[in-house]
């Protein structure tokens, strides 16, 4: 059975002026596989994800998302329709409620999950019609979590997923 890649990392390299944000990062992640991106503060993690997400651009090296490559404007296209993603420092409406927010995302999309199906998953049940402001820390993240799933990705990135 041959491994399909989903992500492709190949000697990734974003610099802002002379500070190289991210320096020759490589590697493969397969369907079907977890894969922990770890190291210190400042090395780059956000950054590199960032790219895969086609929020920014790479200075050098090659990324592919899908198939999809990050530097292709049709690409970029594809890969956003198809991924989920939490970013790090994550926060939505503050005046809608748990399924509102949720609704107001899935609108961006095609199709996606069924809302009570989500709010279920993330055991929301008895918040869904919580002001997001009302909602605790944790709750917050649950919520993130359900947006990142909201238009049923093939790829799912969190960023510090576990912080807070």
Do not use: H
């Not at 296209?77 to 409406?93: A, E, Y």
């Not at 899935?106 to 009570?116: A, Q």
């Not at 008895?126 to 909602?135: I, P, S, V």
């Amino acid at each position: 059975m041959s491994k399909e890649a989903v992500i492709q990392v190949d000697s990734l390299v974003k610099k802002y002026g002379d500070l190289a944000a991210v320096n020759g990062v490589s590697f493969t992640v397969n369907r079907g596989e977890v894969f922990s991106f770890v190291g210190p503060n400042g090395a780059g993690k956000t950054t590199t994800v960032e790219i895969l997400v086609c929020l920014r651009d790479l200075t050098s090296g090659k990324a592919k998302v899908l198939g999809f490559d990050v530097s292709d404007r049709r690409g970029q296209q594809q890969i956003r329709k198809r991924v989920g993603v939490l970013p790090q420092d994550f926060n939505t409406f503050d005046l809608l409620t748990v399924k509102e927010n949720l609704s107001y995302y899935k609108k961006m999309y095609d199709g996606g999950m069924d809302i009570d199906e989500l709010i279920r998953l993330v055991d929301l049940e008895d918040k869904a019609k919580t002001l997001y402001k009302k909602l605790s820390g944790g709750l917050k993240k649950r919520l993130a979590i359900a947006i990142a799933l909201v238009n049923d990705p093939e790829v799912i990135f969190l960023d510090e997923p576990t912080q807070g």
